[in-house]
């Protein structure tokens, strides 16, 4: 099993343009998470979703769309990318059940000039 | 305040040592506890889960306080690969599951 994979692992942008990242889970967990990690900080829940066709927002979710069309699959749009939107990007899964662990992709490193 | 707070590290222990990380979280509503582990430029991954009545695993004991919202993690006979950044997690209520993280503390662990 692949786990968790996220696309691409590194990108640039310029300010104002658009970018979709794809976080895909061959495990069949029902949840899945978007999180940025900026320096010195911990890791910041974006959007989430609890199953397939529903998203809810996390901390920080301005700027960032979310679909969850399938059910191996969360995608995370930034409609016009800002500077402040550099960040690394990380997806996680998890089972419905009690205390299982969440998996983490091994993240997207966007930089956005 | 900050969901969870975390000492700022970083630690340089020898090879060897025992240390100790502290963390305190602020919501009394959380009922999940983890420590994972994060290499450079790496995703986290899971060391342990925290429970109540304290828990080991080899060289590695988390105790949490629900009463005071303290949680810890003791390493022992530190090894040249316990070097890391440590997150303190606690779930946030309310939220499909998903995690509230500390900064994170870093770890060195030299010859």
């Known amino acids: 099993n692949a786990g968790v994979t996220q696309t691409p692992k590194f990108r640039v942008l310029k300010t104002g343009q658009s970018m979709t990242l794809l976080c895909a889970q061959d495990m069949n967990h029902e949840y899945m998470y978007w999180y940025r990690q900026d320096p010195g900080m911990g890791l910041r829940l974006i959007h989430y979703s609890v199953g397939e066709g529903t998203t809810a927002k996390g901390e920080v979710p301005d700027g960032y769309n979310v679909s969850r069309l399938k059910k191996q699959n969360f995608l995370l749009g930034l409609e016009s990318a800002a500077p402040s939107q550099t960040s690394v990007y990380f997806c996680a899964s998890r089972t419905g059940t009690g205390l299982s662990e969440q998996y983490f992709g091994p993240g997207t490193r966007l930089t956005v000039t | ?111």
């Open chain 2, 1 to 111: 305040r900050k969901e969870v707070e975390q000492d700022p590290g970083p630690f340089n222990v020898p090879e060897g040592a025992t240390v100790a990380f502290n963390c305190t979280y602020s919501n009394s509503a959380s009922q999940s506890f983890f420590w994972y582990r994060q290499d450079c430029r790496k995703e986290p991954k899971l060391l342990m889960s925290v429970y109540s009545s304290g828990n080991e695993d080899g060289r590695f004991t988390a105790q949490l306080n629900r009463a005071s919202q303290y949680i810890s993690l003791l390493i022992r006979d530190s090894k040249l690969s316990d070097s890391a950044t440590y997150l303190c997690v606690v779930n946030r209520p309310n939220s499909g599951y998903a995690l509230n993280f500390g900064k994170g503390t870093s770890l060195l662990v030299t010859p």
